[in-house]
């Protein structure tokens, strides 16, 4: 369960973001890639540092969205993929006729491990910088509409 003492986020998102991550059954895989999955989330930053103010936000998001996007597919069995897409599909049936499934899963993966990122380099003065201004990148750029149900 998400660990509200740290919490970066609202924690319905955050429960929202477990949610997805497992149902996706990439908890473990997080566990075994999580210090490969946080350092790439830091060279988007750094990359997207390098851009102008007004293109910065977007090549973050662009760049950690299809590294989260590439995660699922590589590390998701189809048929948790499908059962997950359904939840959303569900969860938002508003956003159904616009939005894939799998963009809002890819979403809700990143922000989870943003959020476990804040919370593993909070006692890292240089580190815990990056992922205050990562968190905050991702709670401008990314905002989840509702809560678990």
């Not at 910088?129 to 709670?139: D, S």
């Amino acid at each position: 369960m998400v660990s509200r003492q740290h919490a970066s986020f609202d924690p319905d998102v955050e429960a929202t973001a477990e949610r997805a991550v497992r149902m996706l059954h990439l908890d473990e895989d997080i566990a075994q890639m999580g210090d490969l999955l946080l350092q790439q989330i830091e060279d988007c930053e750094t990359f997207a540092g390098k851009a102008t103010e007004a293109e910065s936000e977007p090549v973050f998001v662009t760049l950690t969205l299809a590294l989260m996007n590439n995660l699922i597919h590589y590390a998701c069995a189809p048929d948790d993929i499908d059962a997950a897409a359904q939840w959303v599909r569900n969860r938002w049936p508003e956003a159904v006729p616009t939005q894939d499934p799998v963009a809002t899963l890819a979403a809700l993966t990143l922000i989870h491990l943003v959020d476990e990122g804040a919370r593993r380099f909070q006692d890292d003065g240089e580190k815990k910088k990056t992922w205050t201004r990562i968190r905050q990148r991702i709670a401008r750029s990314i905002r989840p509409r509702a809560a678990v149900t």
